[in-house]
């Protein structure tokens, strides 16, 4: 990781264009959210992947791609892969509740991805790649935190090492340029670096 210090200075100004509608849910990008809808954000790897297995969750409102974790302000793409922004690849998910809870929510992120592979995923490697879960409130925190541990020991059961996962407060989410936005629904054969450990993880229920 670079150190702050040495971090790219980014801009002061919010300067990304984002889509008015989602390409696949119809639903805004941006907040102000319905009643009754909470956010969470995760990294798993590329975004344009870790986006649909969200979106094709039933009882998620809306997703958005961006980055997360980092220290440069509203950095571009090609910055962030420059690994000198701190920041990871992430995906904005706003879901109900009621249809989805942020435990089931946890069991699709960790069953997506193999977070044992530090600053990597698959064949993709740089920080921009880590796996992270950024927590919105305290009980999203420790849920995050008990479901880490419950299926890290699943994960060494069949072989995996430890989990590498980052879980810390969500900071800023800054949005990703308007052609990663739903990518892989815009183009349906582009690549996607998305692939689990094919180890359930025992938390929240199927859906």
């Known amino acids: 990781m670079v150190e702050e210090a040495n971090a790219l200075p980014g801009r002061t100004d919010q300067f990304m264009p984002i889509p008015e509608k989602h390409f696949v849910l119809d639903a805004p990008l941006v907040g102000p959210w319905p009643s009754g809808t909470e956010t969470a954000v995760f990294a798993?790897?590329?975004?344009?992947?870790?986006?649909?297995?969200?979106?094709?969750?039933?009882?998620?409102?809306?997703?958005?791609?961006?980055?997360?974790?980092?220290?440069?302000?509203?950095?571009?793409?090609?910055?962030?892969?420059?690994?000198?922004?701190?920041?990871?690849?992430?995906?904005?998910?706003?879901?109900?509740?009621?249809?989805?809870?942020?435990?089931?929510?946890?069991?699709?992120?960790?069953?997506?991805?193999?977070?044992?592979?530090?600053?990597?995923?698959?064949?993709?490697?740089?920080?921009?790649?880590?796996?992270?879960?950024?927590?919105?409130?305290?009980?999203?925190?420790?849920?995050a935190e008990q479901s880490c541990g419950v299926y890290e020991e699943k994960l060494k059961a069949a072989g995996y090492g430890a989990i590498t996962t980052e879980i810390a407060p969500a900071g800023i989410f800054y949005y990703a340029e308007p052609y990663h936005q739903q990518y892989l629904a815009k183009n349906p054969n582009g690549y996607c670096g998305i692939g689990g450990t094919g180890v359930s993880c025992p938390i929240g229920t199927k859906i």
């Open 44 to 143: 798993l790897g590329c975004f344009w992947g870790a986006e649909r297995v969200f979106w094709k969750t039933p009882g998620v409102y809306s997703t958005a791609v961006g980055y997360a974790g980092g220290y440069t302000p509203n950095p571009a793409y090609e910055e962030v892969c420059s690994g000198l922004t701190g920041h990871t690849e992430v995906v904005l998910v706003a879901f109900t509740p009621l249809e989805v809870t942020f435990e089931q929510l946890l069991k699709v992120f960790w069953e997506a991805h193999d977070p044992t592979q530090g600053m990597r995923q698959g064949n993709d490697v740089g920080t921009q790649y880590r796996s992270a879960i950024y927590t919105n409130n305290a009980q999203q925190q420790t849920s």
